[in-house]
């Protein structure tokens, strides 16, 4: 294992430790416990937005902390859920009197925590509702089942947005839900990472060979075979999405193409490229193209490929309003 | 080779082909050629900033044009400079009356041309100045033959800030020369990188190896030896630095810990934690910290560690200015 660490216990509190010195007066820890990740900021009656998930995943998720976006994040252990406690007292300290959004990913570890949080909070009358991203397609045919990857950050982005506005829970969670109805994923993965307190990889892949459906822990795909050009997996991906749901000539999507932590940026444009052309071939306009690393798995070589079907007017500017994370700005 | 890409020869176009598609209205290329690589704003009266490498560094180098920082940018294939002709049309371009700062890494490729740009440039009366980053403390005893690694940024905020203030080209000139006197960085790497066209790392490292001082292109280091912890890595690094630059207790610094591309953005605040400890132990204040991959190495794991001595106010507001490109954002 080669890691700039200190030691493999130590890496999510060092982690978070460093987080916190860097970025000194945006974001905070609460109840004296370094997973309990809040926001600075503080708006009086508007709905609070949580996230939480495991750590490994930067700037997934504590990194959508921050204006317009989220105002808090419980912080889990590598590749594992924050605790109940942490997200209750992530709530109690950001819900700013009209509701509290739980916005997460579909995985059953955070489900089992985040809904014990909220039965906390129902007994002090902090009211709460909650969402997961299920946005990858290739984890399951029931939608129900999907894993949330990458697409999240198009929830936050929405949710986020209609949070600043002053919407109601209600309607908070309307812009999520509609962002997540019309958000599909594909992503693969070209090498494996390594769990700090584990050591090593957790499968292995040919130096040709490539994983499509992998997910952001290692979970296995669709197929391990040899690795397809930038075209060839741009072709497959957006077939395998297009499949899933309707978007016809003439529509709008927002893209995002994810690295997974390994991957350069250079090539993350070049599948983007890839991408844009198969899509303008098919009479589909881009809104708007993200290209960066927005979900990963520690440094794993790969991406992930995300369209969210863009339905309405409102869509568009709750992904141009500006946000600003210690991880995130957009002008 | 395991790269998301549709042919080795095509990396750099097919890069740009996607950049340019991704953020249309943003960046354009000028005189037919992709390479040449400009802003789609323009400020009559503003001293330009032009600079320019091989492409393998994202977001350096043509990811700090934008608002607030860069004009234009000549790209250059992998870890190959740009032509005297591409830097020459992107000067035509981008040059607002005011004259134009060249500022870009000191290699020798990239000075001949930049040079021969300038000489075309003086011809037809169009002013420029030319400055190198050097800020690779390892690479040589003698500052003047040291190489260029991410301390650039700090010279791009320093000059960009200074000429989107209106400034004069000695006075844009001299923002990025403060920088420069001032800022040091220590890199190290701990896996290699593959030059596409190439197909194969063009050195290797034992499993439990790493190497203090690589440079950004492979270039050898000062010791290949076991892989230090995230403090020791830090420790020395900082040694390094201090041994070069004076930095008393009670002055302040911009710190950047920046990540070459393969290493996790968890990894690089664990890095950044401990530099911070070091420093606060010394009595060293950090007026702002920047965590991330400002400049790469593609899929090279490593980091460096770059320090800027703050030894006026007029730094910081050169440092808090809010910048916006496709590629980085501040706000």
Redesign the interface.
Known sequence: M??????PEG?TD??????Y???KGKVKYVSGDLRCYCTCERKEGKVAIVTGGG??H??LFLGYVG?NMLDGCGVGSVFQSPSAEEIYNITKEVEAGSGVLYLYGNYTGDIMNFDMAAELCAMEGIETKSIVGADDVNSSRDEGKRRGVAGIFFMYKAAGARASWMGSLEEVYASAERAKRNTRTVGFA??PCVIPEVGHPNFTLE??E?AMGMGIHGEPGIWNGK?K???E?AEESLGTILSDIEIGSGEEVALLVNGL??????????????V?RILSGKGIGVYR?F???YA?S??M?G?SISLMRIECEEMKRELDL?V?TP?Y???
């Open positions: 080669k890691k700039i660490i200190n030691t890496y060092d982690m978070l430790r460093g987080i010195e860097a970025h750590t490994g930067l700037p204006k070209l090498t130096e040709d490539m690795l050009s930038a075209d997996i932590g390994g991957t350069s940026i250079e090539e993350l444009y070049i599948l983007a490229g890839s844009m193209t290209v960066g690393e990963t520690m440094e070589a991406a500006p600003s991880f700005c957009q002008a």
